[in-house]
């Protein structure tokens, strides 16, 4: 931890102008002091025309860049703290014409390819015409030293962006959006953005991630939309089914979805129902008895429960396995004697079609896996192994000394279709398919997976049924295994290892919902617990920890194997409060940039935190910025050697991740965690949050908090139920 950082000093109060009663305001920003980039509110200071003297201007303002002329409408006020600034009720901003405030504005970084250096050799160039030769003669940019063909067609298309973003966030910001999310409606729609937004400003929330109900409904009212009509009837419906699948569920039933319709909207029953029935005809929505599904999840659903009883239905391609020539084998193989839990899941992989293997920590999953990819190995099988995230495929990997890669890349996500090249059409050339941490898997990712399986393909699942499930809808393991139509083992012996007693232990205590054990003070040990009461000595105990006692004890290196833990996101002990806080601490100087309200730092550990097939990253991939280029526009992150590029108005994708929550930790494992539970989080404390916590740390484990609140999340261990079918289809298909 930085302890000679000290806050810099504020500047002192700005001066009354020469004219308090003006209502108007000309000159040319200087400096973007602050900007909130989710609703376009500006601090920045002016060089006001035609006076020596500079001013602080304050509003909304779609876009704006350091150089731009700019004109405001509005009044002076006093702010005890800042003193004088100018509260604008418009902002217009002019692009410069003088060669001066060209450069400013062309270094500002608003342009790919044009940095500091660029844009003073540009404006030496071409002088005040230095813009109509972008927009005009870009190919005389390759006239000035350092610009070559790349860059002359880079500095055009950003200069093409820049000018369509700016008409469609002025048209946007006039109906309540901000500046992140016009950039996301540009990415989506482009030029055509307007046009699409005006025709039906509800697709917005289907069609642009990060974009709600509440804000295309905001959009639509602003343009005249009534309030009971029909059309925000469907939107709405259809949110509510979006919103439970959001929270797990794969259907509502058909009363619930009204009365949610009816409480949101305000809009008389007959008239959703109206609008049921044309989502219902149109297909968007499924009916199945008293069930509303997305039709989406509907068919994913089914084709799971289909594709499962499909597999078990043929047989293989390949001689029957005896498993008792085999175990033994595989037991020397893998030099280590099979417990009778582990013989018994050995065997029933190795016989049966499809199969399940379910467990906690230190029950030998991964031996088995390794076992089982020897022996399909040694008959010169094909054997594919997959998990959800890239961690957990990685750890599969190192553990079994075979290839295994994420369930995208097996199946060949293909961006620019929005599809898999491994498919019912073409399936996976696999005799073996082996999926590991299958609690993680959502009913859509286990549909893909399914049809691209030839129905010869023997499925082995993996994975534990106590940790916190999906975070996309249904419930798949769970369902899977309470079917009982899929042969299932439960490995129930602790194998004690020398390394990661203590935290396996009290893992499987936590599960049986015992209070945990950890090490006493002094004790060499894989488990502590540090009490501490309120948020501002959990955080102090937190850096103390991260900082210096694990570090000089353990020798983890804190930017890159300690991971902070927490249930929340928001609060003083949530993920964003405290990545903030811990970024001072480990990482707080040196160059950055400034986007959403988050410093990106060179070193800083970062989270992605949608999928996004462009680039092959995934939701809860983590990597580190090696490089940020302001001449591009760009930084780089590192994601275990895979280096991905990202424009400076794509880091809406990027959160820090010194600090996550633990349902976004699902599938990963770090050298060591520290997690935090206090009874300020009570509302999300409960025994599977806890577990799958402890079992995130692979050599130490330290919880800082209350013991009050350890024992209320062990205590509470009612498993919100997930509204799926897929049991009832399992059983009714399979028997």
């Known amino acids: 931890m930085n302890r000679n950082w000290k806050k810099p000093p504020k500047p002192p109060p700005a001066p009354k102008p ?278 989406e999840i509907y068919r994913a659903e089914v084709a799971v429960a289909n594709q499962l009883h499909n597999l078990m239905d043929t047989g293989h391609n390949f001689r029957p396995i005896v498993a008792d020539k085999a175990l033994p084998w595989a037991a020397k193989r893998v030099k280590i004697d099979f417990a009778p839990s582990q013989t018994e899941a050995l065997s029933t992989s190795l016989t049966e079609k499809v199969s399940v293997i379910t467990g906690g920590p230190g029950v030998g999953k991964t031996t088995i896996i390794h076992a089982l990819v020897e022996v399909f190995k040694a008959r010169k099988l094909t054997v594919c192994l997959a998990a959800p995230t890239g961690r957990a495929a990685k750890r599969m990997q190192e553990a079994t000394h075979h290839e295994a890669k994420t369930m995208h890349r097996l199946l060949k996500f293909q961006p620019r279709t929005g599809s898999f090249e491994f498919d019912a059409e073409n399936p996976l050339p696999a005799h073996v398919v082996i999926l590991d941490e299958v609690s993680m898997i959502d009913i859509r990712l286990m549909r893909d997976l399914l049809v691209a399986l030839p129905p010869t393909a023997h499925l082995v699942l993996v994975g534990d049924i106590d940790q916190l499930p999906s975070v996309g809808p249904g419930n798949v393991l769970r369902d899977i295994i309470n079917s009982g139509a899929i042969p299932c083992t439960a490995l129930t012996t602790i194998f004690r290892q020398q390394r990661g007693g203590d935290i396996i232990e009290n893992a499987h205590r936590v599960n049986r919902g015992e209070f945990i054990e950890p090490a006493a003070s002094g004790d060499l040990s894989d488990f502590y617990f540090i009490e501490a009461e309120t948020p501002d000595e959990v955080i102090s105990s937190m850096l103390h920890l991260i900082s210096d006692r694990i570090p000089k004890r353990f020798g983890f290196n804190p930017m890159s194997e300690i991971q902070v833990l927490t249930p929340m996101r928001r609060n003083q002990l949530g993920a964003e409060n405290l990545n903030a806080v811990l970024q001072q601490a480990l990482n707080p100087s040196g160059h950055h940039i400034e986007r959403f309200g988050r410093h990106y730092r060179k070193g800083d550990r970062v989270m992605q935190i949608r999928n996004n097939y462009d680039k092959e990253v995934y939701n809860g991939d983590i990597g580190h910025i090696s490089f940020v280029v302001d001449e591009a526009n760009e930084l780089t992150v590192d994601f275990d050697g895979r280096h991905v590029k990202y424009e400076f108005s794509e880091l809406d994708e990027l959160i820090h991740a010194y600090a996550c929550s633990i349902h976004k930790s699902q599938g990963s494992e770090y050298p060591a965690v520290v997690i935090l539970i206090t009874t300020q989080h009570f509302k999300l404390l409960q025994r599977n949050l806890l577990y799958t916590a402890i079992t995130r740390g692979k050599k130490l484990v330290c919880i800082v908090g209350s013991q009050k609140a350890i024992g209320m999340a062990i205590r509470n261990n009612e498993i919100q139920q997930r509204r799926t079918s897929l049991r009832e289809r399992i059983k009714e298909l399979i028997g």
């Open 18 to 295: 020469a004219d308090p009663d003006a209502h108007e305001l000309n000159g040319t920003v200087e400096s973007i002091v602050y900007r909130n980039d989710e609703n376009g509110y500006t601090v920045c200071r002016i060089k006001l025309d035609d006076q020596d003297q500079t001013a602080t201007l304050v509003g909304n303002c779609s876009a704006m860049w350091e150089g731009e002329n700019v004109k405001a409408d509005g009044e002076w006020i006093r702010n005890k703290q800042f003193g004088y600034q100018f509260s604008a009720e418009n902002i217009t901003c002019i692009a410069p014409t003088s060669a001066k405030g060209i450069e400013r504005y062309l270094a500002s970084g608003m342009i790919r390819g044009i940095g500091k250096e660029i844009a003073g050799r540009l404006v030496r160039h071409f002088g005040d015409q230095t813009l109509r030769v972008i927009e005009k003669e870009s190919s005389r940019l390759e006239e000035v030293e350092g610009i070559g063909h790349v860059r002359r067609k880079r500095i055009k298309e950003s200069w093409n962006e820049q000018r369509g973003v700016r008409d469609i966030m002025i048209f946007l910001q006039g109906h309540g959006i901000g500046t992140a999310q016009s950039a996301r409606i540009y990415r989506a729609y482009g030029q055509e953005a307007i046009a699409l937004i005006r025709s039906n400003p509800y697709r917005l929330c289907t069609d642009v991630w990060g974009i709600g109900f509440k804000t295309a409904d905001s959009v639509a009212m602003s343009l005249g939309i009534p309030p009971q009509s029909e059309i925000r009837a469907r939107a709405g419906i259809t949110h509510i089914l979006q919103t439970l699948t959001d929270d797990g569920h794969c259907f509502c039933t058909d009363a619930e979805l009204l009365l949610h319709g009816e409480a949101l909207l305000e809009i008389p029953v007959e008239t959703l129902t109206a609008g049921l029935d044309h989502e219902l005809n149109t297909k968007r929505l499924t009916r199945e008895e008293n069930r509303i599904y997305l039709t």
